[in-house]
Nanobody, 116 residues
Framework: QVQLVESGGGSVDPGGSLRLSCAAS????????MKWYRQAPGKQREWVAT???????SYVDSVEGRFTISRDVAKNTVYLQMNSLKPEDTAVYYC??????????WGQGTQVTISS
């Protein structure tokens, strides 16, 4: 059973930083892509960032230049470094993995709250 476990959420002031982690139960090379999504209260879940098995990255426009997705293959972990955080970044952040066999997996989510 594949498991994705997020950590690193919390509450910070606007302009602050957080680093989210997503630890996978197996090799992250098993997945064609790993992604971060977020869901704010009363809103639909929104894609935030992707890192492919080849290491290519992409971001939603609203976080481009502020967030960085990366991975540590040895630790089977994907990270989301979030800088210059804004109140509108407040959401539950979810880790997603898509396998080459078209299976998808989600983590349980971690709360990020930005407020002064």
């Amino acid at each position: 059973q594949v498991q994705l476990v997020e950590s690193g959420g919390g509450s910070v002031d606007p302009g602050g930083s957080l680093r989210l982690s997503c630890a996978a139960s197996g090799s992250i090379f098993s997945y064609y892509a790993m992604k971060w999504y977020r869901q704010a209260p009363g809103k639909q879940r929104e894609w935030v960032a992707t890192i492919t098995s080849r290491g290519s990255t992409s971001y939603v426009d609203s976080v481009e230049g502020r967030f960085t997705i990366s991975r540590d293959v040895a630790k089977n972990t994907v990270y989301l470094q979030m800088n210059s955080l804004k109140p509108e970044d407040t959401a539950v952040y979810y880790c997603y993995a898509g396998s080459f066999s078209s299976q998808t997996y989600w983590g349980q989510g971690t709360q990020v709250t930005i407020s002064s």
